[in-house]
């Protein structure tokens, strides 16, 4: 089978440990010849360029900048853009190619001439990666309205989701609440192509010896004696910084519990100004490390955090859990109560759950976790991680639906 996958995401290299690399290695690795599609986002300098790395053939396109610092605006622009500039890339590049499937993940949503178009083409199926409900979760943290002439603006991304739904034919979703949310709030769709297709991993033991721990500890300035919790990852609006900020200004005094933050985004400075004026001891803010140096930290502390703004309507599922579940370090995650990741993590024995607009109801759950014998939730962490959220698993889903005829 010739599979095309389309991204706006980084992917230079198939051997890294990504959600998305390691499930194209398991097609390769089945004998499948996997295709892609990637930006280089015009901030890189870098030209388009063609090249078969590690049995996968990498198509890098240069384009506008699509994701990191940049506008909205600009951001806009550019992913409105990309579809004629990857349409160009594959007439150029894989003319002489046909596809049987074509895989995409949200975001963004505005790939479906490009998809239209393979499909057309080769009678490809396509298969959508819902990772992001857009423009739904913008309206939700308030940097979109429905109303009035902002909403001019996100009726016609509603149109574009709605068109990405009704082209792709299969869509598999993160979890039970991603596929209720889809099913609920577009009533037209077909319900039978509406599938569990999760965030998955090539499982790696991400867990380092008592020694690499206390070496790492020493290196960054961080307790020996106190249970360390660590958030990694973006620090943006989705996160809900204000309601993270209230929880850490509350734990300044806690004399059992370390807050470590790693991390990069647009909300960045706001939680720096907090660290820097009110100089908590307890707590140390860093910025985005490179992923070895990060992977490593995340398994020297004892307990991984998620956040999600309170607001959201939509269930998000962050993938930053299975670094947690990698690096066998429970999990504590305050969200919005539309996410089924909570009832996962306490479901599954491997962590503390409470709503992301209850400073005192996060405070009673550190307390609870810097008390807990983590050992039997590490242990139930991983045997969750190994039943659910393997690329083999979704591999083997994705080729049942896709048909045996490939």
Not at 52 to 70: D, P
Not at 181 to 198: A, F, G, S
Request: proline residues 4%; contains cysteine; positive net charge.
């Amino acid at each position: 089978m010739n599979i095309l996958f389309m991204t706006i995401g980084k992917m230079d290299n198939i051997e890294d440990h990504t959600i998305y690399c390691d499930l194209l290695r398991c097609f390769r690795d089945a004998g499948h010849k996997v295709y892609t599609i990637s930006p280089y986002e015009k901030v890189t300098g870098l030209k388009t360029k063609y090249e078969k790395k590690n049995g996968v053939n990498m198509l890098h396109v240069r384009t506008g900048n699509v994701t990191g610092k940049a506008g909205l605006i600009e951001k806009g622009i550019a992913q409105l853009s990309i579809e004629l500039i990857f349409i160009k890339a594959i007439k150029r590049y894989y003319s002489n190619v046909k596809f049987n499937l074509v895989m995409y993940s949200t975001p963004p949503i505005t790939f479906c001439n490009v998809i239209e178009y393979v499909k057309k083409r080769d009678g490809a199926q396509s298969y959508l990666l819902l990772k992001d409900i857009f423009p739904q979760n913008a309206v939700d943290i308030g940097m979109m309205k429905k109303n009035g002439i902002k909403g001019i603006l996100y009726r016609f991304f509603r149109e574009k989701e709605k068109k990405l739904y009704k082209i792709s034919d299969h869509i598999g979703c993160m979890s039970k609440a991603n596929i209720d949310y889809v099913i609920r709030h577009n009533p037209e769709i077909n319900r039978d192509k509406v599938i569990i297709c999760p965030n998955c991993i090539e499982p790696i033991d991400m867990s380092i010896s008592t020694e690499v721990r206390k070496y790492l500890r020493e290196k960054y300035g961080i307790p020996q004696d106190k249970t360390v919790f660590v958030y990694g990852g973006n620090l943006g609006r989705p996160q809900g910084i204000p309601f993270i900020i209230k929880c850490l200004r509350k734990q300044k005094e806690n004399n059992k519990a370390f807050f470590l933050i790693i991390g990069d985004g647009t909300e960045f400075e706001k939680l720096k100004e907090f660290f820097d004026k009110e100089k908590p001891k307890n707590m140390k803010l860093m910025s985005k490390l490179p992923k070895d140096e990060y992977d490593a930290m995340v398994a020297a502390c004892d307990v991984g955090l998620i956040f999600l703004d309170h607001r959201f309507t939509i269930p998000n599922f962050p993938s930053r859990l299975l670094s947690y579940m990698q690096a066998k370090i429970p999990v504590l995650a305050a969200t919005d109560t539309n996410t089924d990741v909570g009832k996962v993590i306490t479901d599954g024995g491997f962590g503390w759950w409470c709503e992301s607009n209850n400073v005192n109801a996060f405070s009673k759950l550190v307390e609870a976790a810097s008390s807990a014998d983590l050992t039997q939730m590490k242990i139930n962490e991983i045997k969750y991680l190994m039943e659910n959220y393997t690329v083999s698993m979704v591999y083997e889903n994705i080729k049942v639906k896709v048909g045996s005829e490939y």
